[in-house]
């Protein structure tokens, strides 16, 4: 068996790994990358970009049946579920090729294959011409993660969906539970909802979008309520009774139990890490539950080996496997990089309406011992808002009242996923309040509530 040398081997080539590679590259470091299935990974193929490519024409499709209150007319509005689908897999498709041509202009070497670790240094690829062994002084673990399987709630693809099913929907469901109301949950239950499913969505802790601060969750839950959803919170699915076309789900709320009819059921209830078959415990790598256990900068504590991304645990988020992968290829490469900040990462969920956030909720500042200073503008006060005819929603802000430094920002409405790079980006140059009260923001634009919410932490908001 040959045996190919590098001086950065990276496992899994999603928005984790594929960037480190580049970084690596960058930095005159040779680089292969080993990917069992897709260039891109989740992110691009299967996750982040596909949904947000269906949850647009959901929005256009809701937009249409709005023309009349923009002075438009249209009639005869309908959707082809297959068309609305092709167009999603178009858009994964593009971007899969794209990170290809990326490889190639970093000249990195690509392996598609299963890789394991046969040894220190040493990554051993099932390719479909046999086996490959590659070396390097450096591995980075960016495997990511799957969906989590609860028993008697696995995705059978007919009845029961994982978000793969969701994806590439063969059909329209009538009557839709989704279990699970993190990012992905309620971004599917948006799009079939706005679609036209009657839709519930269950949820075992005591609101939707558990890990938002409670304000925002609350407002979320009356807009999808309105939208004609069925929340359950506090809801635990017990088991399923599959049928030919119909699921009885049977609901457990505070001791008692229901039963209730689908035709379809989405299963969003987390994720778990891939550390399985990687050889990792025979290197002495320690794994917590599904994920391997690093430092702040990735390392696992077995020299010159790193993981990044979903397999190093949450925040489970693309845009943080990607800084985390640029963070260790500048260590490997000699440089002396930031760790990242876990408060700084800002999460964002595409439904309807958006919601965005970064830092801490007023109760976890509160938790922490703080004394805080809170702010909050609502959509129906900006000028913009109102002409988008987009006037539900509020941006928050949480401030240290001894500092003023700022805390956490939390924000539900048009284009929230957007504007919390504002706040992010402050955060980062550990702004106070006097340094974002001081900053003109441009009118007008839905990024002005921004400012008036920091005001009105402060007693000074303009316009409310």
Known sequence: MATRNFDVIVIGAGPGGYVAAIRAAQLGLSVAIV????????????????TKALLRSAEVFHLMHRAKEFGLSASGIGFDLAAVVARSRGVAKQLSSGIGHLMKKNKITVVMGAAKLAGKGVVSVTTDKGEESLTAKSIVLATGARARELPGLEADGDLVWSYKHALVASRMPKRLLVIGSGAIGIEFASFFNTLGANTTVVE????????EDAEISALARKAF??????????????????????????????????????????????????????????????????????????????????????????????????????????????????????????????????????????????????????????????????????????????????????????????????????FVVGRALETTEEDLMNTVFPHPTLSEMMHESVLDAYGRALHF
Request: hydrophobic share 40%; proline share 4%.
């Open 35 to 50: 990917e069992r299935e897709h260039l891109g990974g989740i992110c691009l193929n299967w996750g982040c970009i596909p």
């Open 204 to 211: 075992v802790l005591d609101r939707v979008l558990p890990v």
């Open 225 to 422: 309520v309105k939208q004609g959803m069925t929340i359950l919170e506090k809801t635990t699915v017990k088991k399923l009774d599959r049928a030919p076309g119909r699921v009885v789900a049977h609901l457990e709320t505070g001791g008692a139990t229901t039963t209730a009819e689908f035709d379809t059921v989405i299963s969003a209830v987390g994720i778990v890490g891939n550390v399985e078959g990687l050889g990792l415990e025979a290197l002495g790598v320690k794994i917590d539950g599904t994920h391997v256990v690093t430092d702040e900068f990735c390392r696992t504590g077995v020299e010159g080996l790193y993981a990044i991304g979903d397999i190093a645990g949450g925040p489970w988020l693309a845009h943080k496997a990607s800084h985390e992968g640029v963070m260790v290829a500048e260590l490997i490469a000699g440089g002396h990089p930031h760790p990242i900040k876990p408060g700084s990462i800002a999460g964002c969920t595409y439904c309807f309406p958006q919601v965005a956030s970064v830092g801490m909720t007023e109760a976890k500042a509160i938790e922490a011992g703080f004394k805080v200073k809170v702010g909050r503008f609502p959509y129906i006060g900006n000028g913009k808002a109102i002409a988008l005819g987009e006037v539900e929603g509020m941006v928050k802000t949480v401030f240290d009242a001894a500092t003023g430094e700022l805390l956490g920002a939390h924000l539900i409405g048009a284009e929230v996923t957007e504007l919390v790079q504002g």
